[in-house]
């Protein structure tokens, strides 16, 4: 298998890196072609661990809007293929990686092309009509060279449906969280006092990358409005870093929330989340979502808007709430409502170990092989 990667940050990265260690162990050759433009500190670190699993590994440079160096990206690609393969599945992964696996397909017509999209980027609301055009002809002219889709959610299969690609296989896979033991008090207050808080606020947590798609504004002018009617104490803290990040801190100055908004930067995610009591989730849209199924895995009520799997994550009013997209008003009565009652945030956060317990790392590579094997019976088959 020859997995194609240019966004190596985020969940995707984090997909890949749980996908094809388990792959190994089920006996696969997995070739993972990646782009350093814009890697996390998690994928350099993960890289090792790929490498240590047997993965051979290739840096080809990507970038993640189209790009005339993406010429130069498809013929690394081509050479590599032509000295280490033929390759019977090429797996592409998000926007980029799936376009140039899709046109692989070119120079290799017998390899078969499974593209994963971890969330179409026309499911973006922020496209101007041209855009969403362009973007919408290109996926159509690429479904044609695509023997599978894999799907992170029912979610994403309605963009599917709608983009018309019903007539190419697909399976919806949910993704995997990495299910920890719940914090300790003791892991818990260190991981506060190490944020500079006193042990007694009410902690509204954000991880994602401070980007337009995450709309971590959303959340911020929801906390605003929660904080100007809540008597007690609370924070909102954000776990992540990007192009927002400037931007975003002089709002919290505008809004008057500077003195209870931390910008942690970027930090392991599903390590920050324990000093958490509530997982806040304000994407304008995504594909699954494993920031989700950490938060829950970690045993946190989740204040969420329905995109990607947090319907199937999330059920109203038992593990969290489910809020509309853009909706700050209803995210800041949510917030009030969580934060007056530690008992409730406590039942949530046991139902929401429970829900996580079925996204596991093993599941999610069992039903990627059933997938893979679909897609070359079939295409034996359209041979004979």
């Keep these: ?15 890949v890196a749980q996908l094809l260690p388990g792959l190994a162990r089920e006996g ?4 993972l072609a990646y782009s350093l433009l814009r890697a996390d500190a ?15 590994l290739v840096e080809i440079p990507m ?3 189209p790009h005339p160096s993406d010429l130069r990206a498809w013929a690394g690609l081509v050479g590599y293929a032509l000295r280490r393969g033929p390759f019977d ?5 998000s926007s980029k990686g799936g376009a140039l696996a899709r046109l692989l397909k070119l120079a290799f017509p017998r390899s078969k092309v499974v593209y994963n999209p971890h969330g179409f980027v026309t499911l973006s609301p922020y496209l101007k009509p041209a855009e969403r055009w362009l973007y919408t002809a290109a996926e159509s002219a690429l479904a044609r060279l695509t023997d599978g889709f894999i799907l992170g959610s029912t979610y994403e299969h309605r963009e599917y449906e709608r983009l018309g690609f019903s007539k190419v296989p697909f399976r919806i896979i949910p993704p995997a969280g990495l299910f920890l033991e719940p914090p300790s008090p003791v892991e818990r207050e260190f991981l506060r006092r190490s944020w500079g808080l006193q042990g007694d606020e009410v902690v509204f947590g954000f991880v994602g990358r401070l980007d337009l798609p995450k709309a971590p504004e959303v959340a911020m002018r929801a906390f605003a409005e929660f904080v100007s009617r809540f008597p007690g ?4 803290v954000l776990v992540g870093d990007g192009p927002l990040r400037p931007s975003l801190e002089a709002m919290a100055k505008d809004l008057q929330i500077a003195h209870a908004t931390l910008f942690l930067g970027y930090q392991e995610g599903r390590v920050a989340m324990r000093g958490f009591d509530v997982f806040v989730l304000s994407s304008a849209y995504e594909s699954a979502g494993i920031v989700l199924l950490e938060a829950a895995g970690v045993g946190l009520p989740i204040l969420t808007n329905p995109v990607g799997w947090a319907t199937d994550i999330v059920t109203q009013g038992v593990n969290g709430f489910i809020y509309p997209v853009g909706d700050a008003v209803s ?3 949510f917030m009030g409502i969580l934060a007056a009652d530690p008992a409730l945030r406590r039942r949530m956060g046991e139902e929401s170990r429970k829900k996580a317990s079925g996204f596991t790392v093993e599941r999610m590579v069992r039903e990627t092989l059933a997938f893979y094997g679909e897609v070359l ?7 004979l």
């Excluded at 599945?89 to 992964?93: A, E, L, P, S, W």
Aim: aromatic fraction near 2%.
């Design 1 to 15: 298998m020859l997995h194609i990667l240019e966004a190596t940050a985020g969940g995707t990265a984090r997909h």
């Design 28 to 31: 696969v050759e997995n070739h």
């Design 42 to 56: 998690f994928m350099l670190e993960a890289l090792n661990a790929l490498r240590e699993a047997g993965v051979s």
């Design 63 to 65: 970038r993640r809007s």
């Design 89 to 93: 599945i090429v797996h592409g992964h």
């Design 233 to 236: 104490r609370a924070k909102l």
């Design 331 to 333: 995210l800041a009565r």
């Design 377 to 383: 019976e079939a295409c034996s088959r359209d041979r």
